[in-house]
């Protein structure tokens, strides 16, 4: 038989700890009840500690995706605007363009015309050239510190890059934002984005190039066409390197017929002289400014006979329908500015969901549920209470007083 050895001291001591821990319990609930969180140490409940710090960093890393969504969206609605601008400004110079092909203005009348067109290609510059307003250029690709575009001497250079940032906005969600500056005004389609015509700088006729396009595009296959003109009324069609057709395509010209070889149709009108040629091939990419420029320098080409007239008047039904292409060109780049735009809309309100819901498991976790709390603070005061009652009974006797 073992025998228990109680003291009354140890009695004391075991009854002042019992009462002790309760009203350690009691403050701990009250603190939780006054404050609202319940969970402040990871000795309360490890693992909700370890959950709610997990919480913390996925809300952190939501917020850093709205911050990089707001930067995106900056830069996108400033493209857009740009790319508005630069399409109202290829508006105006259409209108110019159609104005300067009637044969009532006067040279004065198509140099002023001109003049315009440099000052419409000087604002297409400075659209390029634009800041996003934070110390970065809108179009320079990823490349800080730099001016994309530098005019020398009517040849417009790019300074930028061909990167384009990608930016993170939500969990597995990216977007790019603003195109590189050469992607925009660089490489632009021309004559009707799939091929191009053009009148021979130095033909000597009247010939008047009216429209020359592909019509089978199958039999077409890219290849480099030339309406070549070997008497005042003879033609011939000839490949790239000058050659001959196989089988040949020749015959006597009637103004306005429609010549077909190898896909591909030509229609000219006026007359033509030996040695005049018109070619057509695949529509090459142009930058604008370049597509601006030209239509300028033709109109302040001297026009002293009907050949030079007709030069001229071939060189703006080229620049229309380069000027077509671009504002084509712009106006994609504009929808595709906004279907990121529509990206960004999408990935923030994925945002906010994840937000809500991680924001409402976190509360659960972290703040306190009153009902609760104060259900556990009354039966700790009960117990604090009959700790407190256990303490005076012994208080008033001894151990002797037990045997």
């Known amino acids: 038989m073992t025998n228990l050895r109680v003291s009354t001291s140890g009695l004391f001591a075991q009854g002042l700890s019992n009462m002790q821990l309760r009203q350690a319990e009691i403050a701990r609930l009250q603190q939780q009840i006054s404050s609202g969180v319940r969970l402040t140490r990871a000795a309360d409940d490890p693992a909700g500690m370890a959950a709610s710090q997990q919480l913390d960093h996925l ?17 996108l609605r400033q493209q857009e605007g740009a790319l508005s601008d630069a399409g109202d400004i290829l508006l105006r110079a259409r209108d110019l363009a159609i104005q300067a092909n ?6 004065g009348d198509r140099h002023a015309i001109a003049l315009e067109l440099r000052s419409l290609r000087a604002g297409l510059l400075q659209i390029g050239n ?53 992607e925009v005004f660089l490489r632009v389609p021309t004559g009707d984005g799939t091929s191009r015509a053009r009148a021979a700088a130095g033909n000597a006729g009247t010939g008047v190039l009216e429209t020359a396009q592909v019509t089978d595009p199958a039999a077409w296959n890219g290849a480099t066409l030339t309406l ?12 790239g390197s000058g050659n001959p057709l196989s089988p040949p395509v020749s015959g006597t010209y009637t103004p306005g017929q429609s010549i077909t070889a190898q896909g591909a149709q030509f229609q000219v009108s006026g007359t033509p002289a030996a040695g005049d040629s018109f070619t057509l091939q695949r529509a090459p ?17 001297p026009a002293l006979t009907d050949a030079d007239r007709v030069r001229r008047r071939n060189a703006i039904t080229v620049g229309l329908k380069d000027i077509d292409q671009a504002q084509q060109h712009f106006l994609d780049l ?66 002797f007083d037990r045997l």
């Open 228 to 239: 070549r003109f070997t008497g005042a009324n003879a033609y011939e069609v000839v490949d």
């Open 285 to 301: 990419n142009q930058d604008v400014f370049a597509t601006l420029q030209q239509l300028a320098d033709a109109l302040d080409a």
């Open 59 to 75: 809300l952190a890393r939501l917020a850093q995706y709205g911050s990089n969504a707001t930067v995106a969206d900056s830069r």
């Open 334 to 399: 504009r929808a595709d500015t906004g279907v990121r735009r529509k990206d960004l809309d999408q990935a923030a309100d994925r945002r906010l969901a994840d937000n809500e819901s991680f924001s409402k498991t976190l509360s659960d976790l972290r703040e306190t549920d009153l009902t609760e709390a104060i259900s556990q603070l009354n039966l700790k005061m009960v117990a604090l209470e009959a700790a407190q009652q256990l303490m005076v009974r012994m208080q008033a006797g001894s151990l």
């Open 102 to 107: 009637s044969d009532t203005l006067s040279d």
């Open 130 to 182: 634009r800041d996003d307003g934070a110390g970065r250029r809108l179009f320079a690709g990823t490349r800080d510190g730099v001016v994309p575009f530098t005019d020398n001497a009517g040849s417009v250079s790019y300074s930028g890059d061909e990167g384009q940032n990608v930016i993170d906005i939500a969990p597995d969600a990216s977007v790019r934002d603003s195109n590189p500056g050469s």
